[in-house]
């Protein structure tokens, strides 16, 4: 599995691609902050949550080498030059950037529309039609980031995502290392299998609105601290694009492309045809794993090593296991499935009572005060 290009400070020990400082030991915090609330609520609510930058393609690994056949969809939907975006991140601007967000509401319906906040003290405001400016792409098709999709994309709770069609699994790499990004790239969520959906049907997508909802999931639950900080290498692109002063701030390279190395990681290599094979099949491995060796046929004065005194027992011992195994598996497979149905629910039931508990408590400012002192 390639490596993952979160952080999440601070921490004893940085991984690749993070820096050693923890983020109130830098000028560009302080600068970037008001007071001291914004100062304390910073440090409460967003100076430990992870920060995480994309995998931007690499256009001539997907187009020459591995012909990625959905490679003129994108292009016909103006996302190419987006999703190539690779310049350096600066991690503590972006945690300020979150922390100083702020919603604008229509005073008429009360829908959100725009992101508000200020980094060293210039102000930025985000929204579909800005990010479709800064990032280069159009600010046309559906503005769902999530919708119904055919069932039979569905995968287990558990699928393993080097088992899908290479070229599916380089969307499915694309939507959760730079459309959406998660640290979970092999679990499958809804946006995951809607994406897939809307490609394999040529259902055109609005990219900007997809990344302005993620962000307002963010900036309206800030209390909520599993959310992950996402779009780092879109934000700090903005930052580059408006000429605020990035110098002041430690950046963080970009090291790793959806490339041809990260096909050989999720189990695809090229054979002496050079044509993309698995490495690894698990069906036809399992397969293989159960079947019987046939006992070669002996005549009656043939001689025998002491090591083929039973054929006859093996073969029955063998094929005894092999029912067994069958026998067992049905149930096994009723168990895991009812399982993995208790733990998706679960989860979506946990996710949900943590959205309202955060919304609530976003409320009341009493309570905040009483949180952050406590916390601090």
């Keep these: 599995m390639p490596p993952r290009t979160s952080c999440k400070r601070p921490a004893p020990k940085c991984a690749r691609g993070e820096s050693s400082s923890t983020p109130l030991d830098h000028p560009s915090i302080i600068e970037c902050l008001e007071d001291s609330d914004a100062l304390k609520k910073f440090n409460t609510y967003f100076a430990t949550r992870a920060v995480q930058i994309s995998r931007p393609v690499d256009l001539n690994s997907l187009a020459n080498t591995l012909q990625f056949k959905y490679l003129d969809k994108f292009s016909d ?9 690779r310049g350096p991140c600066y991690d503590n601007l972006v945690w300020t950037f979150y ?24 102000e930025i405001t985000i929204s579909v039609k800005s990010l479709s400016t800064f990032l280069s792409i159009t600010n046309k098709g559906d503005e769902h980031h999530n919708g119904p999709y055919n069932t039979s994309l569905t995968r287990p709770n558990v699928y393993v995502g080097n088992d899908m069609d290479l070229h599916d699994r380089i969307i499915h790499l694309i939507s959760t290392w730079i459309v959406a990004p998660t640290n979970k790239y092999f679990d499958f969520c ?34 909520s601290r599993k959310k992950t900080l996402r779009y780092s290498t879109f934000l700090s692109h903005i930052f580059r694009t408006l000429k605020i002063n990035v110098s002041i701030d430690l950046d963080r390279t970009i090291n790793s492309f959806i490339d041809i190395s990260t096909v050989h990681s999720c189990n695809w290599k090229l054979d002496d045809k050079r044509n993309w094979v698995r490495k690894f099949d698990r069906q036809s491995s399992a397969a293989q794993a159960l079947t019987i060796p046939p006992v070669a046929s002996q005549t009656p004065n043939a001689p025998r090593s002491p090591h083929e005194a039973y054929p006859a027992l093996l073969a029955l011992s063998s094929l005894c296991i092999t029912c067994l195994l069958k026998v067992i598996n049905g149930p096994s497979l009723q168990v895991d499935a009812c399982f993995n149905a208790l733990t998706t629910h679960f989860n979506d039931h946990y996710n949900q009572l943590d959205e309202c508990i955060n919304e609530l408590a976003s409320r009341f400012p009493c309570h905040r005060m009483i949180t952050t002192s406590l916390l601090g």
């Excluded at 922390?99 to 529309?113: E, F, G, I, W």
């Excluded at 394999?200 to 639950?221: D, K, Y």
Aim: proline share 4%.
């Design 190 to 223: 809804h946006t995951d299998y809607w994406m897939w959906h809307c490609f394999r049907t040529n259902h055109p997508l609005n990219l900007a609105s997809i990344i302005f909802l993620n962000l307002l999931e963010i900036v309206r639950l800030p209390l």
């Design 77 to 85: 939907r103006g996302w190419l030059d987006c999703l190539q975006i």
């Design 99 to 122: 922390s100083n967000a702020k919603l604008k509401h229509d005073p008429n319906t009360h829908l959100v529309q725009f992101i508000t906040s200020s980094v060293m003290g210039q």
